[in-house]
Structure formats: structure tokens, C-alpha cells
Antibody, heavy 124, light 107 residues
Framework: QVQLVESGGGVVQPGESLRLSCAASGFTLSNFAMHWVRQAPGHRPQWVASVRFDGTTEYYADSVKGRLTISRDIARNSLYLQMKSLIAEDTAVYYC?????????????????WGWGTLVTVSS | EILLTQSPATLSLSPGERATLSCRATQSVSNSLAWYQQKPGQSPRLLIYDASNRATGIPDRFSGSGSGTDFTLSISSLEPEDFALYYCHQHKKWPLTFGGGTNVEIK
């Protein structure tokens, strides 16, 4: 069955960098759009970034553009989120999520599987 | 940006009662609307996709309806495990957005 396992979260100071990983199993990463969604404590989920199923296009929320980069390693069936110039507002649980439909446009389907998340805390 | 407004913020009901949750968008999202359930300490779980289709393994007491700007999630008869937070989510237009949530609590 589909499983997504995030790792790499932790406590960092403002301005520092962090790299999150999401190990996928039970499906082939290259067939599905993949997404990062974050959720600050007590807040609604917030979409962060997406990558098209074929890896040709990335999309970012305005609040993270230029600071966060989504990527993937097909051989390792893994998704990544490189985070730099972190600010306090980036503090959240970060989830990776899988698009529901294979070979579909990036925003054409809901997120049918989510990982358990990894907590990123940005604090001085 | 498409804003999603969910109402009510809190719904206090007893097991066995019917729950009706609303999600309204500031512009049409066609049927690109999903509903998720989230329990404390857990990640969101997909319940409904494309406004009215139940995701795999979701009981038929959950149903979704609507299109355009107005959507409804209904739970026909609440089970103890249904008391949770529910979010709607539009994936029609960038940036993708989520509603503020409805907390279904035990009365």
C-alpha cells in the first residue's frame, strides 16, 4: 500500500537552512504529481509546493518562492524540500502528499495520501 | 487567490445525528473540491474528491455535493470516530487553498 514517510525536520535559527525528505513506497513517484503542505499549530493546512508528475514543472506559494525548492529522486522514489533563509513563519508540520490521479495535470486531483509529517521549528 | 469559507466553525452533535458542513468559494472551482478529515496528531485523510466522489475505504455515510462555489459535506449518522476536524480544499487554481475547518464535536 502507499506509504509516505517524512524526515529532516528540527529546530533551526532564523536564516538557516534545512532539507526535508519524503520516502515513498507502494507507488511510482514519476507517475504522480507530488506536493508539500504545511500546517502551523492550530491553523488550517497551507499548500507550499508541487511538482508535476513528469518533473517538468514546479509550483510554489508566493510566501516561499525563492526560498524553498521542491525536487525528487526517481531512483530513490523520494521527494525533497530544500528550505533556506528560514523565518519564524515557516514553523509548521510539513507533510508530503500524493496526487490522486496518475499522469494528471498537477492541480487536477486531490491529495489521496499524506505522510505523518515532520516538524520544523524556526526560533532564535 | 480563491478563499474558502467553511461554516459553521463548530458543530455540536450527538452520535447518530446528521451533520451538514458547508464550504463556499470566492470564485468558481467547478468540481475541483475535496474534503479531508483530520484528528488530533494525525495527518489529513481524503474523504471526498471531485466534490462528490468518496475516496477508497470511506463509508457511505459520508457524501459530498455541490459545484461552482457552494459545497456540502454530509455525514448521515455520526459514529464516535467521526468527531474530528473537517477541511475543504480547492485544487482548481494556483495557489491551492484550504478552508478554515469545521470542528464536529460531541454534544
Amino acid at each position: 500500500q502507499v506509504q509516505l514517510v517524512e524526515s529532516g525536520g528540527g529546530v533551526v535559527q532564523p536564516g538557516e537552512s534545512l532539507r526535508l525528505s519524503c520516502a515513498a513506497s507502494g507507488f511510482t513517484l514519476s507517475n504522480f504529481a507530488m506536493h508539500w503542505v504545511r500546517q502551523a499549530p492550530g491553523h488550517r493546512p497551507q499548500w507550499v509546493a508541487s511538482v508535476r508528475f513528469d518533473g517538468t514543472t514546479e509550483y510554489y506559494a508566493d510566501s516561499v518562492k525563492g526560498r524553498l525548492t521542491i525536487s525528487r529522486d526517481i531512483a530513490r522514489n523520494s521527494l525533497y524540500l530544500q528550505m533556506k533563509s528560514l523565518i519564524a513563519e515557516d514553523t509548521a508540520v510539513y507533510y508530503c502528499a500524493k496526487g490522486k490521479s496518475p499522469y494528471a495535470d498537477t492541480f487536477s486531483s486531490a491529495f489521496d495520501s499524506w505522510g505523518w509529517g515532520t516538524l520544523v521549528t524556526v526560533s532564535s | 487567490e480563491i478563499l474558502l469559507t467553511q461554516s459553521p466553525a463548530t458543530l455540536s452533535l450527538s452520535p447518530g445525528e446528521r451533520a451538514t458542513l458547508s464550504c463556499r468559494a470566492t470564485q468558481s472551482v467547478s468540481n475541483s473540491l475535496a474534503w479531508y478529515q483530520q484528528k488530533p496528531g494525525q495527518s489529513p485523510r481524503l474523504l471526498i474528491y471531485d466534490a462528490s466522489n468518496r475516496a477508497t475505504g470511506i463509508p457511505d455515510r459520508f457524501s459530498g455535493s455541490g459545484s461552482g462555489t457552494d459545497f456540502t459535506l454530509s455525514i448521515s449518522s455520526l459514529e464516535p470516530e467521526d468527531f474530528a476536524l473537517y477541511y475543504c480544499h480547492q485544487h482548481k487554481k494556483w495557489p491551492l487553498t484550504f478552508g478554515g475547518g469545521t470542528n464536529v464535536e460531541i454534544k
